[in-house]
């Protein structure tokens, strides 16, 4: 697949690794689908993050590739409020954590993929001072 950011040419394979020019900023990303001769837009959600947790100190997930199950560490300097949705290549969210308010710094999650197809999926942890994006693999 040949990979397009805003019309311009970013890469080809079955995934590529984009950096939002400025934080906050809104893209359009889409590929060139040979078998049926379209454009598709990918992603146009999952790039308007800021990529910034203000008061994160640490972000863990592993394994990644996982096969059956994601672990999720995160360490804050203050409580906060997570919420963590993981979504398809395609930005459909496939499983959701509704934010709770944290207690302490520490939020450990496991959350399980198994059930999933194989793929590109990416976590997004969303919290009162921002959200991050990270991309994991599925076997």
């Known amino acids: ?10 890469g080809s394979g079955l995934s590529v690794d984009y950096t939002v020019p400025t934080a906050g900023a809104s893209i359009c990303l889409y590929y ?12 146009r959600d999952i790039l ?5 947790i203000l008061n994160l100190e640490a ?5 990644n590739p996982a096969s059956d199950h994601l672990n ?11 919420g963590v949705e993981l ?12 934010a709770e308010v944290a207690g302490s710094t ?11 197809p194989a793929g590109v999926y ?3 942890i969303r919290t009162n001072q921002g959200e991050l994006i990270r991309k994991i693999i599925h076997l």
């Open 59 to 63: 972000a863990e997930i592993v394994p």
């Open 106 to 116: 520490i939020f450990n999650l496991r959350m399980d993929i198994g059930d999933l």
């Open 32 to 43: 060139f689908d040979p078998a049926s001769q379209c454009y598709r837009v990918c992603c």
């Open 87 to 98: 979504m398809s290549d395609l930005g459909i969210v496939v499983r959701r954590i509704p």
């Open 72 to 82: 999720i560490y995160l360490s804050f300097i203050s409580p906060a409020s997570v």
């Open 122 to 124: 990416f976590v997004r």
């Open 1 to 10: 697949m040949q990979w397009y950011a805003d019309g311009i040419f970013i």
């Open 48 to 52: 308007t993050a800021t990529e910034t």
